[in-house]
């Protein structure tokens, strides 16, 4: 083993604190394994990615232990290193989407073991403006409702104390007049929500076009919801968003690798469901495997070769 020094960052307070009573035993996977280990526990948000900015590079392997913003500091953390330690990830929050995306395991001693001896596979991750996000940047209806939501609340009801955050804000839905500027194309138009994505599931639950999202293919699948123009329309969109059976005429969907986006006023938007500030411009572009996770083995789809955009271009042509 090249390096065996292995750098553990835990979140304590992700989740319901499953972590915090197997961690003996998970730091004895990695003894076990070969690795050296360091722990480091998380003193206040961004600590992880200061962490591991500051000395990441000493470790042949990082392992995060905690829920999406965790994983989202960590990553932010790599992507600005010149040596890159391989990442794995032990999934302790509400959601884990990313988690759910690329298969780990909800046990934390599973999850460790892959940690320890998972295969490599090169992920994409996104860049908006100066930040790094993982699996998703959101802007709009609901985006904010996971960090608006107590910590204590996640931890006793899980996705349900989402559900219970949003339903207070459904009085206060608001569309965006937005110019969206693709590799194709430039279009605008009035949105009520956005998602830039590379997820098989979004909020706990499975994308609807989950079976186009390849985690390594280079490109983001983007999802616009239009503003509804009536009370009819919104319920319609309300009940074809429960059943994944969503109406063109009120959604967009496409593929593409980056995307501008220019709004008539300050629009605030999540990172990997963390607040991810607010603006009137910005860029988003995908880096095409630039974080190796330690995953478990698993069947690869085919994806699309740089150089033959063919669902790109398919997808565009919906727009």
């Given at each position: 083993?090249?390096?065996?020094?292995?750098?553990?960052?835990?979140?304590?307070?992700a989740?319901?604190?499953?972590?915090?009573?197997?961690?003996?035993?998970?730091i004895?996977?990695?003894?076990?394994?070969?690795?050296?280990?360091?722990?480091?526990?998380?003193?206040?948000?961004?600590?992880?990615?200061?962490?591991?900015m500051?000395?990441?590079?000493?470790?042949?392997?990082?392992?995060?232990?905690?829920?999406?913003?965790?994983?989202?500091?960590?990553?932010?953390?790599?992507?600005?290193?010149?040596?890159?330690?391989?990442?794995?990830?032990?999934?302790?929050?509400?959601?884990?989407?990313?988690?759910q995306?690329?298969?780990?395991?909800?046990?934390p001693?599973?999850?460790?073991?892959?940690?320890?001896?998972?295969?490599?596979?090169?992920?994409?991750?996104g860049?908006?403006?100066?930040?790094?996000?993982?699996?998703?940047?959101?802007?709009?209806?609901?985006?904010?409702?996971?960090?608006?939501?107590?910590?204590?609340?996640?931890?006793?009801?899980?996705?349900?104390?989402?559900?219970?955050?949003?339903?207070?804000?459904?009085?206060?839905?608001?569309?965006?007049?937005?110019?969206?500027?693709?590799?194709?194309?430039?279009?605008q138009?009035?949105?009520?929500?956005?998602?830039?994505?590379?997820?098989?599931?979004?909020?706990?639950?499975?994308?609807?076009?989950?079976?186009?999202?390849?985690?390594?293919?280079?490109?983001?699948?983007?999802?616009?919801?239009?503003?509804?123009?009536?009370?009819?329309?919104?319920?319609?969109?309300?009940?074809?968003?429960?059943?994944?059976?969503?109406?063109q005429?009120?959604?967009?969907?496409?593929?593409?690798?980056?995307?501008?986006?220019?709004?008539?006023?300050?629009?605030?938007?999540?990172?990997?469901?963390?607040?991810?500030?607010?603006?009137?411009?910005?860029?988003?572009?995908?880096?095409?495997?630039?974080?190796?996770?330690?995953?478990?083995?698993?069947?690869?789809?085919?994806?699309?070769?740089e150089?033959?955009?063919?669902?790109?271009?398919?997808?565009?042509?919906?727009?």
């Amino acid at each position: 083993m090249e390096n065996n020094r292995l750098l553990l960052i835990l979140n304590p307070t992700a989740g319901k604190k499953l972590a915090q009573s197997r961690l003996f035993e998970i730091i004895d996977c990695f003894v076990k394994a070969g690795y050296e280990v360091t722990v480091h526990t998380t003193q206040s948000p961004g600590d992880a990615t200061t962490q591991l900015m500051a000395r990441g590079e000493q470790y042949g392997r990082v392992v995060c232990c905690g829920g999406d913003g965790t994983l989202n500091e960590a990553v932010t953390g790599l992507e600005r290193l010149s040596r890159r330690p391989m990442l794995g990830y032990i999934p302790t929050g509400t959601t884990n989407d990313f988690a759910q995306s690329l298969g780990f395991s909800r046990n934390p001693l599973e999850a460790a073991q892959t940690a320890a001896t998972g295969v490599p596979f090169p992920c994409d991750i996104g860049r908006f403006g100066g930040r790094c996000f993982t699996y998703i940047a959101a802007f709009g209806a609901f985006t904010d409702v996971p960090y608006t939501t107590d910590q204590r609340a996640k931890n006793l009801f899980g996705r349900m104390a989402y559900l219970f955050e949003g339903m207070g804000k459904l009085g206060k839905l608001r569309s965006f007049d937005m110019e969206i500027e693709t590799e194709h194309t430039v279009f605008q138009d009035s949105f009520l929500f956005g998602a830039v994505a590379n997820s098989l599931s979004i909020a706990g639950y499975r994308s609807p076009f989950a079976s186009q999202v390849a985690m390594d293919d280079g490109l983001f699948e983007v999802l616009l919801i239009r503003q509804p123009q009536n009370a009819a329309e919104l319920n319609k969109l309300i009940s074809d968003l429960l059943t994944q059976q969503l109406d063109q005429q009120q959604v967009r969907f496409f593929q593409t690798r980056r995307l501008k986006i220019h709004s008539t006023q300050p629009v605030s938007w999540t990172l990997d469901g963390e607040d991810g500030g607010s603006c009137t411009r910005g860029e988003i572009c995908c880096l095409r495997k630039a974080i190796t996770f330690i995953a478990p083995p698993q069947p690869r789809k085919e994806t699309v070769e740089e150089n033959q955009p063919a669902q790109l271009h398919k997808a565009a042509a919906t727009i």
